[in-house]
């Protein structure tokens, strides 16, 4: 699922009191889009992984 627009709103919707929690603990904090398409911007493209 991907909430890339920040007028929707559906990630805090399906997240809850639980939103910020998620950017702050250490194993899910980089899994959001910026993070997701960075090697691209950063020209270090690698391998879709399973």
Known sequence: MLD???QCNLSSLLLCD???KYYLN???KNDNLKDGVKVAFEDKPTGIRD
């Open 18 to 20: 639980n939103f910020e």
């Open 26 to 28: 250490e194993a899910t």
């Open 4 to 6: 890339a627009d920040p």
